[in-house]
């Protein structure tokens, strides 16, 4: 499947911003990452199949929420209160798995978006 991400830009701290990744077909699992200059891919938050489950890095608890619409093949990371340390670029992913969890390591998905930049500005 292919991914298409946008909504990346440039924003004050304080202020959100939603992301979102469409699908050219119908996906399992996913998961937003982003990578810092200079530093790994990381984690960010995932999705089950179904949207009934969801988790997020520590460092974004609370104050970012994914969701997906299946009918739209789409899948949502909306930030608010964002932070300078949230500059990155942010990818979204996606697995094959049908399952009810959640996948926090990159080699647990299969196809990767191109990436939207997003800078917050202090």
């Known amino acids: 499947v292919q991914l298409q991400a946008c909504g990346g830009g440039l924003v004050q701290a304080g202020a959100y911003r939603r992301l979102s990744c469409v699908a050219s077909?119908?996906?399992?699992?996913m998961g937003w990452f982003r990578q810092a200059p200079g530093k790994e891919r990381e984690f960010v938050s995932g999705?089950?199949?179904?949207?009934?489950?969801?988790d997020y890095a520590d460092s974004v608890k609370g104050r970012f929420a994914i969701s997906r619409d299946n009918a739209k093949n789409t899948v949502y990371l909306q930030m608010n209160s964002l932070k300078p340390e949230d500059t990155a670029v942010y990818y979204c992913a996606a697995g094959r798995r049908y399952a009810t969890a959640v996948y926090y390591g990159t080699e647990a998905y299969d196809d990767w978006g191109q990436g939207t930049q997003v800078t917050v500005s202090s």
């Open positions: 077909g119908r996906t399992a699992t």
């Open positions: 999705i089950s199949w179904s949207g009934t489950l969801t």
